[in-house]
């Protein structure tokens, strides 16, 4: 049963059309997943369908007028008194619910100290709000940003058995696989749908992109045929207009009608060469392939780091405590040069605190951090509130000099920020543009240490893709904060835990912490081959489906066959 049709939507902000087709079908069981790069117009959108704006053009048509929508929103950057009657929710399940995500402390509902809370344990406290309202409709703005590991587990569980429909804004590979049915992608301002999870997704947008490609190709030959026989008529016709006003010798003047056969030859050439342009129009008109949209590149790069030995810093009998609350006691870790790891934690266990500690900007209850003396580190914060949202990203750089300014416009490009996104105040810009400006400040330094803590809140996928590979190149060494399964997988070798109160280093990465080893390819030439054999299949394929229409006897096998092949392709790279 339909709950909620969205027709022909349009918005724009300061001249600037943001969507300008969306259109949504949500069922009472719905599993939506609304994916698109930042700035795609997807917050714009999840607000248009909860009513808190307007849009400009198209229609909302609910067929029950009373439909109650639980609103998850991006950032957790509201207090607790935005929070209508906490203790009418409680009565709900706020309070079972905070404790089921992990959230143990006891808290004052009346006047709590918010400021005391870590971000993961807002964003508990407000999921349990939105769940303890008992919506119809679910909307989920990024809810994974800040969650534990417990968190998000959690999350997964309640929405596979929950009854009403769910809209999930995520760029959260793991937890769109395991929680949506349909991914709805915004891409120029318009909606496309896409049945299965986030994987089938992907595989999908790969298939239509290597088929629109093989027919634009063939396209682009066909067109160049007709284009060569086009400038090959014209030169005959060119000479037969030059020959048809020949005076020639005082005996060829004598020959009867020779002016006039190369006038007429002339005429129907380029008679030919009107048809056959015309035909070309036409066709073009009629069955023109675009090119296929590349995905956006994004690009990060770190400087080379400099040579280091091999210890970078060590705890010794480390210690830290609010008050009675004792976040972790006496522990012990080290990490060396090049190492990757992995900081894991419940929300609250004293991840960020512990990167404070590192940082220097909090002290230890007692025991002590020995840092290298020239040791540089670079800090990433999950929160990006606190940049001066009146400068400009490149006023914020704080560069003078031509040459620095020229290194950071390249950088900013490189990252996905056009021009005309620099020259605004940051208030304007998304939360995940405003993540890549802190991005670029790290980028611009010469970093030993790179300590992230949750480096993928707000990013676009293909900017987490691209992130994911400039790490693996890092030669320095990296803690990371993250909820991105998909994220610590690729880039943890070791992990550092906060468990029990206690921090303990453990000897292998996060993949191997889940028990999920890729089975190795034997080596790069194989590899190659293996890759040049399925892409030859691969192009024999879409050769053959470009010429039939869907439905044809055929297509069905040929299609699935392709989808094999793709994923063979996808699992081997």
């Not at 087709?21 to 939506?32: C, H, L, T, V, W």
């Not at 999350?155 to 349909?182: C, P, Q, W």
């Not at 690009?299 to 280091?308: A, V, Y």
């Not at 550092?496 to 206690?502: D, H, P, R, S, V």
Request: aromatic share 8%.
């Amino acid at each position: 049963m339909t709950i909620m049709k969205i027709r022909g939507i349009q918005k724009s902000f300061n001249e600037k059309q943001i969507l300008q087709n969306a259109e949504i079908d949500i069922k009472q069981d719905s599993r939506i997943g609304l994916v698109g790069n930042n700035g795609a117009g997807k917050t714009t959108l999840a607000n248009i369908i909860y009513g808190s704006i307007f849009p400009d053009k198209g229609i909302i048509d609910t067929f029950n007028s009373s439909v109650n929508i639980g609103y998850l929103k991006q950032s957790t950057e509201y207090s607790i008194h935005d929070f209508e009657d906490t203790y009418s929710l409680a009565e709900n399940g706020l309070f079972q619910l905070s404790s089921q995500l992990g959230l143990n402390k006891d808290i004052d509902w009346a006047d709590p100290d918010w400021s005391r809370l870590s971000g993961g344990e807002k964003l508990k406290i407000s999921l349990a709000s939105v769940w303890a309202s008992r919506p119809e409709l679910l909307i989920l703005d990024e809810p994974t940003n800040h969650l534990d590991l417990q968190g998000v587990e959690w999350l997964i569980e309640e929405l596979n058995t929950f009854k009403g429909a769910v809209v999930i804004i995520s760029h959260d590979r793991y937890f769109l696989d395991r929680t949506v049915a349909e991914i709805i992608e915004i891409e120029d301002g318009s909606t496309k749908l896409f049945k299965g999870d986030y994987s089938s997704y992907r595989q999908e947008k790969e298939r239509l992109y290597e088929i629109q490609l093989h027919q634009y190709e063939i396209q682009q030959k066909h067109k160049q045929q007709i284009e060569q026989q086009l400038a090959n008529l014209k030169n005959w016709s060119e000479k037969a207009h030059r020959d048809s006003t020949k005076q020639g010798s005082a005996s060829e003047r004598r020959q009867i009608g020779y002016k006039e056969y190369h006038r007429v030859k002339a005429k129907k050439m380029d008679n030919q060469i009107k048809s056959k342009m015309k035909r070309l129009n036409q066709e073009l008109e009629k069955n023109e392939v675009r090119a296929p949209m590349e995905e956006a590149k994004v690009r990060f790069e770190f400087q080379e780091s400099r040579k280091r030995g091999k210890r970078i810093l060590e705890a010794r009998e480390l210690s830290k405590s609010f008050g009675s609350r004792c976040l972790f006691e006496e522990s012990h870790f080290y990490m060396n040069h090049g190492e990757r790891m992995a900081l894991l934690g419940p929300n609250g266990s004293g991840k960020t605190t512990l990167i404070k500690i590192l940082l220097g900007e909090e002290t230890a209850t007692s025991g002590d951090v020995w840092a290298s003396e020239t040791i540089r580190i670079g800090y990433l914060s999950q929160d990006v509130s606190d940049l001066p949202l009146d400068k400009t990203a490149l006023e914020y750089t704080g560069l003078t000099d031509r040459e620095s300014i020229g290194r950071a416009r390249t950088i900013f490009a490189n990252i996905g920020l056009s021009e005309e996104k620099l020259t605004v105040p940051i208030s304007t810009l998304s939360l995940g543009e405003r993540t890549r400006v802190k991005l670029v400040m790290m980028l611009l330094a010469e970093i030993d240490l790179l300590i992230l803590d949750e480096p993928t809140n707000h990013l676009d996928l293909a900017s987490r893709e691209s992130l994911e590979k400039t790490l693996l190149n890092f030669q320095g060494s990296i803690i990371t904060v993250s909820h991105d399964v998909y994220f610590q997988e690729k880039i943890s070798n070791k992990l550092l835990f906060i468990e029990n109160g206690k921090i303990s280093r453990k000897e292998y990465g996060m993949k191997e912490f889940n028990n999920q080893n890729a089975s190795p390819i034997a080596d790069s030439k194989e590899k190659e081959e293996q890759l040049m054999v399925l892409q030859n299949e691969i192009n024999a394929l879409i050769g053959r489906l470009s010429f039939m229409a869907k439905g044809e006897p055929g297509y069905e096998q040929l299609d699935k066959d392709l989808t094999e092949l793709l994923k063979k392709k996808r699992d081997l790279s």
